[in-house]
């Protein structure tokens, strides 16, 4: 047994080549099959960890509609059997402010939830006690994180922080940093009551139509969900339930998935798609790999032939031949399995940094992770060796030692196949990487607003009410065109609305989005109206005129626009003054939704500032200026100064960092390919120096062998070309699909991946064609 | 001791069959050193095969010390292999990826003798040969001569009754193939039977008879005059 694994390893050694080749590709490409499943058995366990989870729902009252009154549970609690326990969260409409002591203000997140949140979901406490320390009003329950950024080292229980300059809470208890598949993510949490004091309002623990908090229910095991839900649209008011036919409840561990538009803000959501994409590549990748290491063992199983036949001679039995030829491939995919792990822990920090690809690594050395990708590289080992294996060891002795064993694969034919099966995967991901690439520049590049040089302010709590001062100060420095107000951020939530109103005879209710604005706006944003005007700021009587986008004509079936009206509940009705062509001021992957942009100055929550200059070295100054002004009118709120169109790619971040993950998956299968067909036209060249020797002799010129050699490999890259497109094609507009507004599939992407997998192929090719092909003839001949 | 009867092994293809052995009748007694010599294609290797038990005769019967060995099972032909015969091959036929002491030592593992035994049979053997400090090199890095003494060694180290030696000195300067044609002379005076092809005329002169075959039929099968 000692032997063999010296004999392997001597024989491994002997070819660095192809070694490496085999070796590199497969434990890459072994890596990221374990980057990615441990990827995807996170993002599929999500919130599994908390011990009842089968048994918690998410109250979903609508299809991607996750808001449901407070009064909601005094109703359940009083009359609905079979619910254990029921928590209200909501998020603070504005993000917190704490202050400890004298230490600067910070910003953070904070929710509100009904004071058994801890009881529910499973959180380890590092300091209190989770159970209890939610029950007071105004007590505070952080983050490790939180701690850490407010009082560093020092214990946080019992200490006090001022919230948004004016409350004060006590630090109840701290919670160690969740784990990372949770749909939870927040810092600092308190009971439900606070709501009341930070948040006044006297409708939102009592009427219906105020619905700003998720209902999270506990059931006990034998209740059945669907008569639950049922039971709990009857609890409704009757004008309410008619709107509450989709109300249904949701398992914890599926609402992971299933609300990826959704915007709350201590909630996140997850992409279902984007993992099995990447899954999908990742399964490429190895496929590539195999098949190069099939090719490649294939080739050296050749000089393996004669060896064996000469064992056979001296009496080795067959057995004996298979089953060292197993160990050599079992020994080669153990060690690349190895050096996998070591790959995906170097790159495991770089990955969620800079993708979305998040994991953790204690999984990898959990027992049955270890013994699951152990059994599955026995698996592809045999897999990959018993076809070979057995011919070699079946054929006669003499046949062997005239090297005259032919493996399938080693048919030309055969090896053909498989260079195409890898071109086809090389052109299906080149092609995917450009359009994945293309799909975002078209995004960029139709949003419909101007985003070059412009800041935006957030307007402080501090600041509102100095909205003139600020205006005048920011006018008065270098640089600074324009100062407009409004409640239109990229990234930012806009409030829905709704209004009622009549068109032909049918009584039409509006959901809307809509955020105030000053008349500057449109000018900044570059927003083109098609009919009617603007209204002005300065003029009373357009106080309550308005502009909408042209989708909400197209979804309400407004013909007139100009005059419309739409009454207001508890407000003076709007009037309709214009319509501007429609722009995303949401993400461009989203359907641009109805707007309303209001004339409502005491809205205003953002400055936008233009600057006249596109000189990069001046915008620094000039945005430096700026937050020197903020920070000194608003000293109690840190104030986030932020370029427009930073804040555009902001929103994007899943998105850029999903086109990371999958274009360096697919340089890696691109990569991997490569030195496949770098080792094949190795040994096909070798397999042919005698001919190329013959022919030079014969008078063949240097170019007409190159093209000799290369023929093959462009014959085969063109019929992975044909196979490939109809393939990408299809999957291309299935991916598609996924957006609202798409960039179309044009013939130049094909094109162009078709002459990049040529030149690929001719690149790596030519290199081993033309060394063999310069050689001089005599040395070719003796070699044979 | 091997007793070949009307050894006919030919291939047919669409209109004719072409004979590469006809009618091969001889016996080799034990202790015989014989030489089979013939032109290219006059069947000399095949014969060494059938006889080796790598090829099947078309037609016709070979015994073994009178057993016959026609379509013998797979482990019955490595028992032989093991235990009855070695063979010596003209390109050496060594295994690259293990040292001299391996190569040789190889046989014997599969023979399932124990490591103990095998030490004391290789070391004497590589001294008989005057190798034993090349008994660490791979083969790559000895000359021809002592590559196919390694392999002279290989083959009865295992304490075969037969030696069948394909153009052992095929490949060789006539020095070192003297030298080789020396020592399987010492073996068979030792008492080993041999039966080698070759097609040097001098070396063929080093066994007790020779047979000449021509198309596959023998013309001559004299004893070697001294």
């Given at each position: 047994m000692r032997n063999t694994f010296k004999l392997i390893i001597r024989s491994l050694v002997r070819k660095p080549m192809t070694t490496t080749i085999n070796l590199l590709g497969l434990s890459v490409s072994l890596a990221l099959v374990l980057i990615l499943s441990a990827y995807s058995f996170s993002e599929f366990s999500t919130d599994k960890f908390h011990q009842n989870h089968e048994n918690i729902f998410i109250i979903q009252p609508g299809k991607g509609w996750l808001y449901t009154p407070a009064i909601l549970k005094p109703v359940i609690d009083n009359s609905l059997e079979g619910v254990e326990k029921l928590i209200r969260v909501r998020d603070k409409w504005k993000a917190p402010v704490y202050q400890f002591g004298q230490n600067n203000p910070l910003e953070s997140d904070l929710i509100f939830a009904d004071s058994d949140f801890f009881e529910v979901f499973d959180y380890k406490a590092l300091e209190g006690d989770l159970k209890t320390a939610l029950s007071e009003p105004m007590s505070l329950v952080i983050s490790e994180k939180l701690a850490r950024r407010l009082f560093g080292e020092k214990p946080a229980l019992g200490k006090t922080v001022k919230l948004d300059d004016k409350h004060l809470l006590t630090v109840s208890a701290v919670f160690k940093d969740?784990?990372?598949?949770?749909?939870f993510s927040f810092n600092s949490i308190t009971n439900i009551e606070t709501v009341k004091k930070v948040q006044p309002n006297p409708s939102d623990f009592t009427h219906w139509n105020y619905n700003n908090y998720q209902t999270f229910l506990q059931l006990n095991n034998h209740v059945n969900k669907t008569e639950i839900a049922k039971n709990i649209v009857k609890l409704f008011p009757e004008s309410n339930r008619e709107r509450l036919s989709q109300l249904k409840l949701v398992e914890l561990s599926k609402i992971y998935f299933a609300n990826r538009d959704q915007h709350i803000s201590y909630l996140k959501f997850g992409n279902k798609q984007n993992v099995i994409y990447l899954a999908l590549v990742a399964m490429l990748v190895l496929i590539v790999a195999l098949v190069n290491f099939i090719n490649i063992t294939a080739s050296h199983w050749h000089d393996k032939i004669k060896q064996t036949g000469v064992m056979k001679v001296i009496g080795a039995w067959r057995p004996t031949i298979i089953v060292q030829m197993l160990l050599e491939t079992f020994l080669l995919f153990t060690f690349a399995l190895f050096l996998g792990y070591c790959f995906v822990f170097l790159s495991s920090t770089y990955l969620a940094r800079k993708t979305e690809i998040v994991f953790s690594p204690e999984l990898f050395m959990s027992p049955g992770f270890l013994l699951i990708s152990i059994s599955l590289v026995t698996l592809l080992s045999i897999l990959c060796g018993i076809v070979p294996a057995l011919r070699i060891a079946y054929s006669a002795t003499l046949i062997n030692l005239k090297k005259k064993v032919t493996l399938k694969t080693q048919k030309s034919f055969g090896k053909g196949i498989m260079v195409s099966l890898q071109f086809v995967v090389t052109i299906v991901l080149i092609l995917f990487t450009i359009l994945v690439q293309k799909q975002v520049d078209y995004g960029n590049n139709n949003i419909g607003i101007n985003q070059e040089s412009i800041i935006g302010v957030p307007l402080t709590k501090q600041m509102v009410g100095k909205k003139d001062v600020l205006k005048e100060s920011l006018l008065a420095k270098a640089n600074v065109e324009e100062v407009v107000f409004t409640q239109y951020y990229p990234g930012k939530m806009n409030s829905g609305w709704s209004s009622t109103f009549q068109i032909n005879g049918e009584e039409i209710r509006a959901v809307f989005r809509t955020f105030s604005a000053d008349a500057g706006f449109f000018d900044i944003m570059g927003l083109e109206l098609t009919e009617g005007r603007f209204y002005h700021d300065h003029l009373e009587t357009d106080k309550y005129k308005v502009v909408v986008n042209h989708q909400f004509l197209k979804e309400f079936g407004i013909t007139e626009p100009i005059g419309f009206v739409l009454p207001q509940y508890r407000r003076p009705d709007y009037e309709i003054v214009g319509v501007v062509k429609d722009f995303h001021f949401k993400s461009v992957n989203e359907p641009i939704a109805p707007l309303v942009i209001r004339n409502d100055d005491i809205q205003s929550s953002v400055a936008l500032v233009r600057l006249k200059t596109e000189n990069f070295k001046a915008l620094k100054i000039t945005y430096e200026n700026i937050r020197g002004l903020t920070a000194e009118l608003s000293p109690s709120f840190p104030v986030n100064v932020t370029f427009f169109d930073q804040a555009v790619e902001a929103m994007y971040q899943s998105e850029i960092k999903f086109r990371r993950a999958f274009t360096m998956f697919s340089i890696c299968a691109i990569v991997i390919s490569c030195m496949g067909i770098l080792a094949m036209s190795l040994f096909a060249t070798r397999q042919r120096i005698k001919e190329i020797g013959i022919r030079k002799v014969n008078g063949a010129k240097v170019y007409e062998i190159l093209a000799m050699l290369n023929k093959d490999f462009i014959k085969w890259v063109v019929i992975a070309f044909v196979i490939a497109c109809p393939i990408a094609y299809y999957a291309m507009n299935k991916w598609l699909e996924n957006f609202a507004y798409k960039t179309t599939l044009s013939w130049w992407i094909f094109a162009l991946a078709g002459v990049l997998a040529l030149g690929i192929a001719l690149l790596t090719v030519s290199f081993q064609s033309y060394k063999a092909a310069i050689r001089n003839p005599v040395e070719a001949l003796r070699y044979e | 001791m091997i007793h070949l009867k009307n050894i006919d092994k030919y291939y047919d293809s669409k209109f004719q069959r072409t004979f590469v052995l006809k009618g091969i009748n001889f016996e080799v007694n034990q202790g015989e050193f014989v030489s089979v010599m013939g032109p290219s294609g006059s069947g000399k290797s095949t014969m060494l095969n059938i006889i080796g038990l790598l090829d099947q005769p078309s037609a016709g019967e070979l015994f073994i010390f009178d057993e016959p060995v026609f379509n013998l099972k797979e482990k019955r032909k490595i028992e032989y292999h093991r235990n009855f015969m070695g063979f010596i091959f003209q390109a050496y036929h060594l295994i690259e990826e293990m040292t001299v002491y391996e190569n040789i030592e190889t046989p014997l593992i599969y023979k399932g003798v124990k490591s103990k035994e095998r030490k004391p049979m290789v070391a004497n053997l590589l001294d008989h040969f005057n190798m034993v400090a090349k008994?660490?090199?791979?083969?790559?890095?000895?000359?021809g001569g002592q590559q196919q003494l390694v392999g002279v060694a290989r083959a009865i180290v295992g304490k075969p009754k037969l030696l069948l030696a394909d153009?052992?000195?095929?490949?060789?300067?006539s020095s070192q193939g003297e030298m080789i044609m020396d020592v399987l002379k010492g073996l068979n005076e030792e008492g080993m039977t041999i039966i080698q092809v070759t097609h040097n005329e001098k070396f063929a002169q080093y066994g007790k008879r020779i047979i000449r075959l021509e198309d596959g039929l023998i013309r001559e099968d004299l004893p070697v005059q001294n």
């Open positions: 969740q784990a990372l598949n949770s749909i | 008994k660490d090199l791979f083969p790559q890095q000895l000359s153009e052992p000195t095929g490949n060789l300067h």
